[in-house]
C-alpha cells in the first residue's frame, strides 16, 4: 500500500515549537541488550521492487529501508511505543520560529557524512526540497510543501509549475537552513520529517530519476545505504562507513546489511522462511497463518502481528466514463461488495472489515457502519446506470490474497449487473498498480487491493490528501478517484483553516458526508501486519517502531 506514517496524537494541534520542546532529552536509541554485530538480514516480498530514489519512493517497503538510509533534520528514535515517536533533533541541532511563524530555520551539526564521503550541508536539504518541487521530477511528496491550503514554502510553487529551478524561499548558507512558508502551518516539522526531506546528495540530478544504483550512485547519510538496486530482483543496503558515533549520530547497527529480494512466489518465500533460509516473510499466505500461530505464538518469537493506521479500499476512477457523474453506481458498488469475505482472504491477525475512511487510528474517526451489504439496494440504485456496461479492473496480481480479493470483487460486479464479459481485469505486480492508478490518463476505471496509511496525525491527510482535486498532477497522483468536485473542495479547504477540537470534529464528519453524499471510493478494510521470522533472527531485537509502522532495520540483530 502507499506509504503513510502516524505520528503521536499529541502532535496534531499543538504548534512546531511545542512539537518539540520535550524533545531535547538525550536522543540515545536501542537497547542495552548486548547484540550480536554483523551479518546480513534476507527479506523477501512477492511483488515487484519500489521506486528507490528518496523524493520519488512511497510505497511501506521503499519508506521502511529509507527509515535505516535516510539522515533527516528531525526524526525518532528506533524504540517502541510512546518513546518512539518523540520528534528529536539529528542532523539539525536546534531551530527557531520567526516571521510570526512563517520562517524556520535550522541549525545543522558538523560531523555528518555521506557514505561517498561528501560532508552533509545545510545544501543538501535544500536539494532535497528543490528536487521534490520540480515538476519535471514529478514526487509525490510535492503537495506536501506546495500546498496552498496547508505547508506551502515560499517559491516552491513556482518550482512545480516549471518557472523555476529552485524554492526561493529556502536558503542554505553553510550549515545554517532557513525555510519560508507563505503563512504558519503547524504540521510543517511533521511533514519535514518525511523521507523526501532526508539530507540527499547534490549528485541526484533535479528533473531524473535514479532507477539503477551502484555503490556510488546513490550516496545517504544515515546508519546505511543502498549499494545495489536491480529493479524487480534484488535490493541491498550495506552499513555507512562514515557513519561514527557523535552528536545527532547515536541508532544502533547491528546488521552488517540487508538483503531484499524481490518477484518471490508466496509459497516458496514462507517455506523458505520457515526452513530459515530467508530471515522475514511479511506476506505469509492466509492459509498459513493459524497453523503458524498454534506452532510459535503471538508476539513472543516467530510470528508477530501489529496494528497500522491504514485503510484498504477500491478508488472509484471518477474522471473516466463510468463513474463521472454517476454517483448510483458508485454507491451500488459500495453496498454490493462483500466486505467480510474480502478481509478472510488474508487470514487472521489482519484486520478486518470496514466502511468509511478514518480508521480507528485517524484523529476524529467515528465508530460507525455506513454500507452494510444489501444487494438488492444496490440493484436499485444502479438500474441504468451502467452505461456502456464495461469495466476495467487493475489488481494486485502478487500471492494468492490480492488475485483472490481480486475474485471476490469481480464476483460482486457481476452479482451487481455487470456481464463477466464485459469486466477486464489488469493484472499488476506488488506496488506497479499505484503506478498505474497515479497516471491520469490510466484506462483504469477502478483498484483492488490499494490503501492508505497516515504521513501525519491530521485528518487532512486522508480527506485533503485523497481527495483534493486541485491537486490533481499529470502522474503520481494519490487522489487515484480523481475525485475533483467545487462543493467538496471548498468543503476540504474550509476545513484546512480549522484548529483544536473543532478541526476534528467537522473532518469526522466529513468522512461519513462525503462517503455517503459522493462515494469516490469503496471501504474495504484495515489492516495489521504479520510477520515470519527465521531461527537466525533475535526476537529481542525486534523494536516495532509506531512512527514507520515496521519494525527498525538498524535495531535488528541476528543470533
Known amino acids: 500500500m502507499r506509504r ?12 512546531a515549537s511545542l512539537l518539540v520542546a520535550a524533545s531535547f532529552a538525550s536522543a540515545s536509541a536501542g ?37 535505516a538510509t535516510a539522515a533527516k533534520l528531525y526524526n525518532y528514535p528506533d524504540l517502541q511505543g510512546p518513546a518512539g515517536s518523540k520528534l528529536i533533533p539529528e542532523v539539525a541541532s536546534k531551530f527557531t520560529v520567526s516571521n510570526n511563524g512563517r520562517r524556520y530555520t535550522f541549525f545543522l551539526r558538523p560531523g555528518f557524512k ?33 500546498d496552498p491550503n496547508g505547508t506551502n514554502i515560499v517559491g516552491a510553487k513556482k518550482v512545480n509549475d516549471g518557472l523555476a529551478s529552485s524554492a526561493s524561499g529556502v536558503i542554505a548558507k553553510g550549515n545554517k537552513l532557513t525555510i519560508n512558508l507563505t503563512k504558519p502551518d503547524g504540521t510543517f516539522m511533521a511533514k519535514i520529517t518525511m523521507p523526501f526531506f532526508q539530507a540527499t546528495s547534490l549528485k541526484l540530478p533535479l528533473t531524473k530519476e535514479v532507477v539503477n544504483v ?22 541491498q543496503i550495506r552499513q555507512n562507513p562514515n557513519y561514527k558515533k557523535g552528536p545527532g549520530r547515536t541508532r544502533p547497527r547491528n546488521l552488517a546489511g540487508l538483503d531484499v529480494q524481490w518477484n518471490l512466489n508466496e509459497q516458496t518465500l514462507f517455506n523458505q522462511t520457515k526452513a530459515n533460509q ?27 502481528s501489529k496494528p497500522i493506521n491504514c485503510t484498504g479500499y477500491l478508488p472509484f476512477n471518477t474522471s473516466r466514463a463510468l463513474f463521472k457523474g454517476n454517483l448510483g453506481l458508485r454507491q451500488a458498488i459500495n453496498y454490493v461488495i462483500d466486505r467480510k469475505s474480502y478481509a478472510a482472504q488474508v487470514g487472521p491477525f489482519a484486520g478486518g472489515p470496514w466502511t468509511h475512511i478514518f480508521n480507528p487510528g485517524v484523529p476524529g474517526w467515528k465508530n460507525v457502519s455506513i454500507y452494510k451489504q444489501n444487494v438488492s439496494k444496490a ?5 441504468g446506470k451502467f452505461r456502456s456496461g464495461k469495466i476495467t479492473v487493475g489488481f ?40 498505474a492508478m497515479g497516471h491520469k490518463n490510466t484506462d483504469l476505471d477502478m483498484g483492488v487491493s490499494m490503501g492508505w496509511c497516515s504521513d501525519y496525525p491530521d485528518p487532512y491527510d486522508w480527506i485533503n490528501i485523497l481527495l483534493y482535486g486541485k491537486s490533481i498532477q499529470a502522474e503520481n497522483n494519490v487522489n487515484y478517484s480523481y475525485f475533483n468536485d467545487p462543493k467538496w473542495n471548498k468543503k476540504m479547504e474550509q476545513a484546512a483553516r480549522l484548529v483544536g477540537p473543532n478541526r476534528l470534529k467537522v ?32 526476537p529481542k531485537s525486534l523494536v516495532y517502531q509506531g512512527i514507520y509502522q515496521d519494525f527498525s532495520i538498524p535495531a535488528m540483530a541476528l543470533k
Open 396 to 435: 494486485r496480481s502478487s500471492g494468492t490474497i490480492n488475485p483472490a480479493q481480486a475474485q471476490i470483487v469481480k464476483r460482486d460486479l457481476q452479482r451487481l449487473g455487470f456481464n463477466q464479459n464485459n469486466i477486464t481485469m489488469k493484472g499488476f505486480s506488488g506496488a506497479d498498480l499505484y503506478d
Open 278 to 304: 530467508i530471515d522475514e516473510d511479511p506476506v505469509m499466505p492466509a492459509a498459513e497463518v493459524q497453523g503458524i500461530f498454534n506452532q510459535y505464538g503471538l508476539n513472543k518469537g516467530r510470528f508477530w
Open 31 to 67: 537497547s542495552s541488550h548486548a547484540f550480536k554485530k554483523g551479518g546480513i538480514w534476507r527479506y523477501g516480498v512477492t511483488g515487484a521492487s519500489t521506486q528507490v530514489d528518496p523524493q520519488l519512493a512511497y510505497v511501506t517497503t521503499a519508506w521502511w529501508l529509507e527509515y
Open 114 to 146: 555521506f557514505s561517498d564521503g561528501a560532508k552533509v550541508t545545510a545544501a543538501n536539504f535544500k536539494r532535497a526540497i528543490d528536487r521534490t518541487a520540480n515538476k519535471a521530477l514529478a514526487s509525490p511528496g510535492a503537495p506536501f510543501i506546495v
Open 379 to 383: 440493484k436499485t440504485l444502479a438500474k
Open 507 to 538: 473532518y469526522g464528519q466529513m468522512d461519513l458526508d462525503i462517503m455517503n453524499q459522493a462515494a469516490p471510493m469503496a471501504i474495504e478494510r484495515t489492516y495489521n501486519n504479520r510477520y515470519l521470522f527465521s531461527s537466525r533472527v533475535n
Open 214 to 235: 551502484s555503490k556510488t550512485s546513490l550516496p545517504s547519510a544515515g546508519p546505511y545505504y543502498m549499494t545495489r538496486n536491480d529493479p524487480d530482483k534484488l535490493t
Open 4 to 15: 503513510r506514517l502516524w505520528l503521536a496524537v499529541m502532535m496534531l494541534v499543538a504548534g
